[in-house]
């Protein structure tokens, strides 16, 4: 086995099928097999049809999740991850963008829960990481140095208005792909919550399908009938039933953990110790930023560049919203954007919120996020009020019934507009511009209750000439060609040699 990645409940390794390891060599277009260095990269790589499984993966290879908790799946200290949870909602879940199990065992001797699952390509995350992404280096005409500190978003020329329809192809597909899923998820009877959706658990599959994984924080209503995973059938399951092993306290409308969530994708009531919250709202804040993401300055620390000179940023009125503010303007200057949070080095930090210490780090290169949670929730809350503006009773009504709401002070902030903190809005037309902050504008409210379902963002303008259904039928290899060949060659490069 090859470990490939690590995550919050436990190992990713991916194993190969000793059968098939002659099927699984990549070829280049003269279908000769060859080894891959550093110059295969300047060739067009390419995988036969036999070598993608019906599943999107790699035919031959497989991921596996490897879990150490009891039989009921929980261990204390990680709630509410839960393996066996996960594996229950993954059985009952069937839609192109999301990931499918192939297989699921429990060794009853070691506590090994092993979850089977295809390999896919490549992360959004690792996307991310390039900064061709989602512009595409024949639209910079030629290829981008990542590694090059001069190489810079402002660098890069404008595009003409045929190469800016194809970056927003880029981001639409991606966008369209991730809401179709979550629309799925939060249609279900009763409905799931990911709870955890970030740029990290978003992946391309080989077909260049985009498919939501991690499941392990999920969250679905309680029922008298649960799946079981051995036997693959409903059983029946009272409320305070539970496997031998460790006592879980299970989540119901009453309440939920809010410790769920990864750094700048949480949601803004999650940061206030609230114990009952509507989960699928979070799913929907995070996707606002996971698409603000696309269009975000890259560098190797966060950035919140803004122009707080122009009429917008400085006179918005509280009532308004971001989108609202300036749904048509595009940016032409950039700076940074300080915060009030002290620096202090590599120091540890003591987070007056949660109480936890959090560790300040230096990020590789990549496309920054929305928001800063380099110094936890204060620190995220503070980046989130500095660009919505600090809550009020119109901006959020139930703001003042969350636990720690009045555990700081907040100086008051106006909104900004959005489009201020996106440089990358001047790749797309003006257009398409209005329509991707009308959608960020719809998803990223203070108010959980105000923002737009996966569904009612589905149907607004953006998508309009998009084919429903099946995101199959779309073609993504056309669209994401560039960096599934990026990845088929890492994947050699580490798995192949």
């Known amino acids: 086995?090859?470990?490939?990645?690590?995550?919050?409940?436990?190992?990713?390794?991916?194993?190969?099928?000793?059968?098939?390891?002659?099927?699984?060599?990549?070829?280049?277009?003269?279908?000769?097999?060859?080894?891959?260095?550093?110059?295969?990269?300047?060739?067009?790589?390419?995988?036969?049809?036999?070598?993608?499984?019906?599943?999107?993966?790699?035919?031959?290879?497989?991921?596996?999740?490897?879990?150490?908790?009891?039989?009921?799946?929980?261990?204390?200290?990680?709630?509410?991850?839960?393996?066996?949870?996960?594996?229950?909602?993954?059985?009952?879940?069937?839609?192109?963008?999301?990931?499918?199990?192939?297989?699921?065992?429990?060794?009853?001797?070691?506590?090994?829960?092993?979850?089977?699952?295809?390999?896919?390509?490549?992360?959004?995350?690792?996307?991310?990481?390039?900064?061709?992404?989602?512009?595409?280096?024949?639209?910079?005409?030629g290829n981008v140095d990542n590694d090059d500190p001069r190489t810079t978003s402002s660098s890069l020329p404008s595009l003409s208005t045929t190469d800016r329809n194809k970056v927003a192809a880029t981001s639409k597909w991606i966008a369209y792909q991730l809401l179709s899923g979550v629309n799925h998820l939060h249609s279900m009877d009763p409905p799931v919550a990911h709870r955890d959706l970030n740029t990290s658990n978003i992946m391309l599959d080989w077909n260049g399908i985009l498919e939501i994984i991690d499941f392990g924080i999920a969250y679905s209503p309680p029922s008298e009938k649960t799946y079981d995973t051995d036997n693959h059938a409903e059983r029946d399951v009272s409320p305070a039933q539970d496997d031998e092993g460790e006592e879980e306290v299970r989540e119901n409308k009453g309440f939920l953990y809010c410790d769920v969530g990864t750094g700048p994708f949480r949601a803004p009531e999650l940061l206030f110790s609230p114990t009952t919250y509507d989960p699928l709202e979070i799913d929907l804040w995070a996707v606002g930023c996971i698409i603000a993401q696309l269009f975000r300055p890259y560098t190797d620390r966060y950035e919140a560049v803004s122009t707080p000179s122009s009429p917008s940023s400085s006179s918005s009125s509280s009532s308004s919203t971001p989108a609202e503010s300036c749904p048509t303007r595009q940016v032409e200057h950039t700076h940074d954007y300080e915060y009030d949070v002290e620096r202090e080095g590599d120091d540890e930090l003591e987070d007056p919120l949660d109480g936890r210490p959090n560790y300040i780090t230096t990020p590789n290169r990549i496309r920054q996020p929305l928001f800063d949670s380099t110094y936890g929730s204060l620190g995220l809350i503070s980046s989130i009020f500095k660009i919505l503006g600090t809550p009020t009773h119109e901006s959020w009504p139930g703001f003042n019934l969350l636990p720690d709401s009045s555990k700081i002070e907040f100086p008051h902030s106006n909104p900004k507009c959005l489009i201020d903190y996106l440089p990358e809005f001047n790749q797309v037309s003006k257009e398409d511009g209005r329509d991707i902050l009308e959608i960020l504008g719809n998803l990223l409210k203070l108010d959980p209750k105000a923002r737009m379902s996966a569904q009612g963002v589905l149907n607004m303008r953006w998508f309009s000439g998009l084919p429903k259904g099946d995101p199959n039928t779309v073609g993504g290899k056309g669209v994401l060609g560039l960096w599934l060949d990026k990845a088929r060659l890492t994947f050699n490069r580490k798995c192949i040699g």
Do not use: C
Request: aromatic share 6%; proline share 5%; hydrophobic share 35%.
């Open 1 to 141: 086995m090859i470990h490939i990645a690590q995550g919050r409940q436990g190992d990713i390794y991916a194993i190969q099928d000793p059968s098939s390891i002659s099927r699984t060599t990549i070829r280049d277009d003269a279908n000769r097999d060859h080894h891959l260095d550093d110059h295969a990269s300047h060739q067009h790589q390419s995988l036969d049809l036999q070598d993608i499984d019906e599943n999107g993966g790699l035919q031959g290879w497989q991921a596996i999740k490897l879990v150490y908790a009891p039989r009921h799946g929980a261990v204390k200290g990680r709630l509410p991850h839960n393996i066996r949870r996960e594996v229950d909602l993954l059985r009952k879940i069937d839609h192109p963008n999301i990931i499918r199990v192939l297989g699921y065992t429990f060794d009853e001797e070691t506590f090994e829960h092993r979850l089977v699952l295809p390999l896919y390509a490549i992360t959004l995350t690792e996307m991310l990481q390039d900064q061709t992404f989602p512009f595409g280096p024949a639209l910079h005409g």
